[in-house]
């Protein structure tokens, strides 16, 4: 869905957006095709009669930026090697597993371009999938001599799945608060990045002050991301995205710009905007973008999010300079460039 027309810069932005985080990856690309390899390889541990679900499951290739934050945290804390590698392919296969869960809690007919496994195989199956990604991710997890490194990994899986059942327990509830909305994204979105960052800089048995740095600074990102990831969900182009738009609140999940909608509304106004939420039918949900767009509640989403950014940045101050910190910089400015469309 396309609430309303973007701008050109936008859509420019947009088209430029793959390119510029191929060339900010460029320095752990090697590494990164390997990690790809061992991704897709995943279905071969399962019995022949799921492997091509999970075949299919794994090679729907995104921008694998969270694999990439374990291999650049690592490599800006004295280099990556075969336990970054592994780290990166089980954060990924978390990720893959949660998004599997989200299309079928939102309804997802498109993820990447291609068909959703709940459009292709029905919830039911899917849900199964994104169970077994799950379980294989963490058995994969055992592999690490420092049981911490493990239980790290394990406690931001448990953490992705408490934001989505307290995300979920909250749809249509007009009484959640801004600080609400970040404690679900953290946990739901943001914890994966601290644990890629995090558990990146750690591997290499760096100072606990740097590691909590770098688990900082990809909380700080992963949040943004996710403020990020709504305003796109509310105000972006699905075939620029190349997923389902619009479900937010279809599915009555209030995100930042409409919470500050919502907030910056006298008594009368808040009412109709609380009713149009309620009967969500694709008039109201237009409206509501509209509105949110007029208003500079998707603006000061945007602002918010680009903030939250400038403080996971200043995390990386603690690193030595290396090409390394400047790459994890870089995607911070990257993010920052392209939600800037949004608080224009």
């Excluded at 090697?30 to 990690?35: G, Q």
């Excluded at 392919?89 to 989200?102: N, S």
Aim: charged content about 20%; overall charge negative.
């Amino acid at each position: 869905m396309n609430y309303f027309t973007k701008p050109l810069s936008a859509v420019r932005q947009n088209l430029g957006a793959v390119a510029e985080i191929k060339q900010i990856f460029a320095l752990i690309q090697p590494e990164m095709d390997e990690v790809e390899a061992t991704v897709l390889r995943q279905a071969d541990a399962f019995d022949p009669a799921v492997r091509g679900y999970v075949a299919y499951a794994c090679a729907t290739s995104g921008k694998r930026l969270r694999p990439a934050l374990a291999l650049l945290a690592g490599g800006a804390t004295g280099g990556s090697g075969e336990t970054h590698r592994l780290l990166a392919v089980i954060i990924e296969l978390i990720h893959l597993a949660t998004l599997i869960h989200d299309d079928v809690l939102d309804g997802a007919e498109k993820r990447r371009d291609q068909p959703t496994a709940n459009v292709r195989w029905g919830n039911h199956l899917s849900v199964l999938l994104g169970d077994c990604l799950f379980a294989h991710a963490l058995d994969l997890a055992t592999n690490f001599e420092d049981a911490e490194i493990s239980r790290t990994i394990a406690r931001a899986a448990t953490a992705v799945c408490t934001g989505e059942i307290l995300q979920t327990q909250r749809r249509f509830d007009l009484n959640l608060s801004t600080p609400d909305y970040y404690r679900i994204i953290e946990m739901k979105t943001a914890a994966l990045f601290a644990a890629a960052a995090g558990v990146g800089a750690a591997l290499n048995k760096t100072r606990p002050e740097v590691a909590g740095a770098l688990r900082n600074y990809g909380l700080k990102v992963g949040t943004a991301y996710q403020v990020y990831d709504d305003l796109l969900d509310l105000a972006g182009d699905e075939a620029a995205a190349g997923k389902t738009l619009g479900t937010d609140l279809r599915k009555g999940k209030l995100t930042l710009p409409i919470l500050n909608l919502l907030g910056a509304s006298a008594n009368g106004q808040r009412e109709a905007l609380t009713q149009a939420i309620l009967r969500g039918s694709e008039d109201d949900l237009l409206a509501l973008a509209e509105r949110a767009r007029h208003t500079g509640a998707l603006a000061a989403a945007a602002q918010a999010g680009r903030g939250v950014i400038a403080e996971g940045l200043a995390e990386l101050e603690v690193l030595a300079p290396s090409p390394y910190r400047d790459a994890l910089a870089q995607v911070g400015q990257r993010l920052d460039g392209t939600m800037a469309q949004y608080a224009e």
